[in-house]
């Protein structure tokens, strides 16, 4: 079956740490996407990459980063940097970046302890 | 102001219940408009996906867009307890914007 699978489901944080976030998909699609969601304010773009080795800043980059050295994967470290990294993290792709109906992953829950 | 505004509800409704959403927006160069479904600690699934002004259906599904108002619909008809979920706007010029979510409860 195609998809994307994001782990893991559930990912705890110390204070002070990085942590990576999974996101795999084999759609074949060109563009993946990190949102954030939070009780209340929807989802908010993290970052995007249209094309392997490209990707762009979104609404709320800081303290986050990304590759896509591969296709299939779009990996999203969040960083000692971010101040609130407590949320739900969400991983979409899309055939290309001009078409809107994205599939969804089915998120990293991450808590900071 | 937010670009996309929803009110997240919660919205409580009898099975075989009309439930009706809504979002408005600012921006005037949306041009794609979607609705999303999601359940509880799961990723959000595409329900409808629209162009422009106009309606369409699928099923108990129908969503509306009025570009004239900046205002979007969702109905679903004869609402089933597999219904309850929380559900997104979303639309797009070059990039897509979401709704907060409106959180739906369908009792049996």
């Known amino acids: 079956d195609g998809g994307i699978t994001q782990s893991p489901k559930y990912l705890f944080r110390k204070e002070g740490q990085n942590v990576t976030l999974s996101c795999e998909q084999n759609l074949n699609h060109d563009a993946m996407y990190w949102y954030r969601q939070d009780p209340g304010q929807g989802l908010r773009l993290i970052y995007y990459?249209?094309?392997?080795?490209?990707?762009q800043k979104g609404d709320i980059a800081e303290g986050y980063s990304v590759s896509r050295e591969k296709k299939e994967s779009f990996p999203l470290t969040v960083t000692s940097a971010q101040k609130n990294p407590t949320a739900f993290y969400l991983c979409?792709?899309?055939?290309?970046?001009?078409?809107?109906?994205?599939?969804f992953g089915s998120g990293t829950r991450l808590t900071v302890v | 102001q937010k670009e996309v505004e929803q009110d997240p509800g919660p919205l409580s409704v009898p099975e075989g219940a009309i439930v009706s959403l809504n979002c408005t927006y600012s921006n005037s160069a949306f041009q794609y408009f979607m609705w999303y479904r999601q359940y509880s600690r799961k990723g959000p699934e595409l329900l409808m996906y629209t162009y422009s002004s106009g309606n369409k259906e699928d099923g108990r599904f129908t969503a509306q867009v009025d570009k004239s108002s900046k205002y979007i619909s969702l109905f679903i008809r004869d609402s089933q307890p597999s219904d309850s979920a929380t559900y997104l706007c979303a639309m797009s010029d070059y990039k897509l914007s979401f709704g907060a979510g409106t959180t739906v409860t369908v009792r049996a």
């Open positions: 979409a792709s899309s055939p290309r970046w001009d078409t809107h109906g994205y599939t």
């Open positions: 990459s249209q094309i392997v080795n490209d990707f």
